[in-house]
């Protein structure tokens, strides 16, 4: 099983971003599908996520709004749309699939990618 993410890069504040993240080795539609971020000095944290079951998307109070999660099936690939980019934004991005109604549960996902840096700053 690998998940290869992908989209990272520097943006200035307003801006946006579309991070991707390509599955190989399982379905993305079988499981719970999501994308956790951790920020220099903090712990790692839930964005988004699309559950398995029943296809309800979930995501944190600070990116409600703004970042939109979809799962391209075909492609069996998992994006993050991101748009009006805040500078608190600035994390490194890892997409993470979990079996199960496991959304955003951090400890409860079974694969992880390497991260996608993601930088806003002027």
């Not at 307003?14 to 712990?43: H, T």
């Not at 944290?45 to 029943?54: F, L, M, Q, R, W």
């Not at 600070?62 to 805040?86: C, D, H, P, W």
């Amino acid at each position: 099983v690998q998940l290869q993410a992908s989209g990272g890069g520097l943006v200035q504040p307003g801006g946006s971003l579309r991070l991707s993240c390509a599955a190989s080795g399982l379905a993305l539609d079988d499981y719970a599908i999501g994308w956790f971020r951790q920020a220099p000095g903090k712990e790692r944290e839930g964005v988004s996520c699309i559950n398995s079951t029943d296809d309800n998307t979930y995501y944190a109070d600070s990116v409600k709004g703004r970042f939109t999660i979809s799962r391209g099936n075909a492609e069996n690939t998992l994006y993050l749309q991101m748009n009006i980019l805040k500078p608190e934004d600035t994390a490194v991005y890892f997409c993470a699939a979990g079996w199960g109604p496991v959304c955003m549960v951090h400890d409860a996902m079974d694969y992880w990618g390497k991260g996608t840096l993601v930088t806003v700053s002027s």
